[in-house]
């Protein structure tokens, strides 16, 4: 798990130092951006429920991925044929997230809404913090299945650990947030919308 | 005074995901926002104080207001006949805050910047997140009169209770800050603003 | 440092005023812009760091020189003559607030990490909040060497201070980070970014 979440804190760092470059911030945003992305929803959970000084500041392992993620998005800048496996590695992230946190909720009894919202939140937080600084309408707000796949992910999660346990319930819905992530994305399902009063079912950017 | 809260989360709620269909979010974009919306301030004014878990993860009974409401607004999209009952709602959701979080400061014994600080900031908080989020300059810092309604009855809150009584004062203020907020935005009165190094006191949009 | 202290709150004050103005916010948007660019470093250092409720709620000396702050520049609007000025004083802030941040966390016992954040963010964090009440990216991740200057300056102290002491490190870093900051902005050194994929070293605004 640990692994995993290693690759979800390098990949996450990696989207914040993208959207800082296209934003043509100096060296100095890029690293602050790609940090507050990585760690931003996990800071976020920590304060919330404040259990004392995040636990992000006695990890000097994070910033260490951090800073490798950031440098190589430097190096790399402009060369995107990458965006295939970035978008199947943010899905990683994006599920581990979900379903460490998860797992740690449910280690400090929370009740149910308390673990929805420290599941997600650690998933989508960094993501919504990016996107506030880089002055966008944050992306889980309008496109895409995303912070709907933490959120389904976590609710199973909920229903399935008193079942089957949770070693093996989390590893089945970590494939679950993953599958929803992937799968929407390339048949691009969108949820609805409503424009002039309208619902809509399709995207139509 | 139980009654009064669950009107204003659910109109804050309404707020919120009318903000949404606007910036053409889909259906959990909205509900995300109505929820923000109807909690961002009670959830700030309990992270910041460091109460520990905020209350609203233990009011199951909110997030079901929340739900009603949203369903309510996407449902009603289009059909905004009913705007004027909105500003009346809105009225009673920002008295009903300001006052239920100051009765709370007051009893948990803060000195009056604290209480000051919690009684606005319940009131107009989760607006303030709405606005951030929907990449908007914060309503509450550029137009009416509305934050300040907040503070000035808040004010007199802290100055009335020692005198008259816990329940009577809140009741009093309770209408006090009503009619501030309804008045100023039927009569138009606005605070003064600098535009090319001279003050003006009415607006001109 | 208690003076050089206030001497920040109120050229940060100052700056949350000015900007506010720009904004057409009216006299209560200006009061809150100045409060939150004076405080809100401090406030979000004492949410992260659970140390329950923000020192600034007992300081009422604080709110006296915000308050004064911002009535000077309501009156002074226009008359921008002072800008020289308002640089040197700024960048006094800068040094200050990161300092005495930096002592504070030293008593704490904080790790490294956690002391650097806490330097920093008391710093810029203020700024931070203004910029995106404004609906501006923060110009600390854009333009000009500011955080750099705050953060090389607390990495210097968290080095100097086991040699030679807490209280001379603390006046070298303070006399440190000012010039930084004062040199990078009159010989307008910037630290370099990325556009269309090549990295440039000098700002073409």
């Known amino acids: 798990m640990t692994f995993f979440e290693y690759i979800g804190l390098f990949v996450f760092a990696a989207s914040g130092a993208i959207c800082a470059i296209e934003k043509r911030m100096d060296f100095f945003g890029i690293l602050t951006l790609a940090t507050v992305t990585a760690i931003g929803g996990g800071v976020t959970r920590d304060v919330v429920t404040n259990i004392g000084i995040p636990i992000f500041f006695s990890k000097s392992e994070y910033m260490m991925i951090i800073l490798i993620s950031t440098i190589l998005v430097i190096l790399l ?64 707000l309008k496109r895409e299945i995303y912070a709907v796949a933490s959120l389904v992910g976590a609710i199973s999660f909920w229903m399935l650990y008193p079942l089957i346990g949770l070693t093996i319930s989390s590893y089945l819905c970590l494939i679950f947030i993953f599958s929803i992530r992937i799968i929407t994305y390339y048949c691009q399902i969108h949820l609805p919308y409503i424009e002039n009063g309208k619902i809509h079912f399709k995207q139509d950017q």
Chains 1, 2, 3 share one sequence.
């Open 77 to 140: 800048r402009g060369s995107m044929k990458w965006k295939i496996s970035f978008i199947m590695l943010d899905a990683v992230g994006l599920s581990v997230f979900t379903i460490a946190a998860g797992i740690k909720a449910i280690e400090s009894d929370y009740n149910f809404m308390t673990f929805l919202f420290v599941s997600v939140i650690t998933a989508v937080g960094g993501g919504l913090i990016r996107d506030i600084l880089a002055q966008e309408v944050p992306t889980i």
